[in-house]
């Protein structure tokens, strides 16, 4: 590594390297970017994202108290294990074309029906209470995922609303897929 | 929590998820009650209202425990491993946490769920086995190449970690989706060394309380 820096292997529109960049956008974490056009998809990135935060532990993405840290798991596993998987592009590829949307569409709406309550027990400003967490992290990605997919979001207020407080803090604006390396000049912000 | 003040575990006797979970109840030395819910019976017990409340995504495992309900296999491990830190199950190296972590993340967040009963579902039946064949041999194919720097007795070095916990129950799937083992001889040896273990026995799909009858060990 030249420097010293990070190299973080990412593709603009991935939801999963997106989940990084705001990790180490908000840890201040200085990096370098070598853009893959492969859809590498991984549900491995959580464990990137806990790494940083065992290294690097300020600011925490992760309560001190153990009960919130299984409720950020949790969510964080609900959307990299339990929806993404299930829409990322070499999934879709193995569906019948003229099924692909629906598939993704479903995908989707299951993981976020079951967010969506599972949020009224422990959301507070954020996914879980008042702070940032990995929940988070996971969060604004699978909304951007869902939008592209035409999913309707009206059944899902709390996700909504958090998505929106989320999206005007730095780290996600300077993360996000507009703002990439590799982002494509007609999708540039 | 039950009156006795056992956690209680709700679980399939053949869901790989649900036997990560109890194989980590195992090893930590946690008793337990189990409360067993059918994927398939009644259309699906974990289709309930009682059990959705319980866990919105209907699925197991979900553990009652210390007050709270948790769901997420890897989310209840963790929450083990903070509460009930001995044995470990994960090694105090960050570095090696993140390849256990790693291991953990492809087969229960890349394999597994593209495997499970509800998305075999939404594809065509003819389809369905070459369907969980390749979701299995795309991510036993990452395993093993990445074992070959990580595993020493086990997954992650010597000793067993959460790593290990998912392996064992997705070599079961494997073998349930007659996948050919050969190409994976790493998986295939670290499996065989892990189902020799006393908590990977007692918490084997083949000894359940619904295990059915001609299933049982």
């Not at 959580?46 to 290294?55: D, G, R």
């Not at 339990?82 to 590829?93: E, T």
């Amino acid at each position: 590594m030249q420097a010293g820096k990070p190299i973080l292997y990412s593709y603009f529109r991935s939801s999963c390297s997106w989940r990084v960049r705001i990790a180490l956008a908000l840890k201040g974490i200085d990096y370098e970017t070598v853009p893959i056009n492969l859809i590498k998809d991984g549900g491995q990135q959580l464990a990137i994202i806990e790494y940083l935060e065992e290294t690097r532990p300020t600011p925490r993405l992760l309560p001190q108290d153990p009960k919130k840290r299984a409720s950020v798991r949790m969510i964080s596993d609900l959307i990299a294990g339990g929806i993404q998987p299930l829409q990322n592009l070499s999934v879709l590829k193995q569906v019948r074309e003229e099924m692909q949307l629906t598939w993704a569409q479903n995908a989707i709406t299951s993981g976020f029906n079951a967010l969506e309550q599972i949020l009224q027990s422990t959301a507070g400003i954020y996914c879980v209470g008042d702070e940032v967490t990995m929940a988070d992290l996971c969060l604004v990605p699978q909304v951007a995922n869902a939008e592209r997919f035409k999913v309707d979001l009206t059944p899902y207020p709390t996700i909504s609303s958090i998505n929106k407080r989320l999206l005007v803090l730095e780290a996600f604006q300077v993360s996000h897929p507009c703002r990439q390396p590799d982002t494509p000049t007609e999708l540039r912000a």
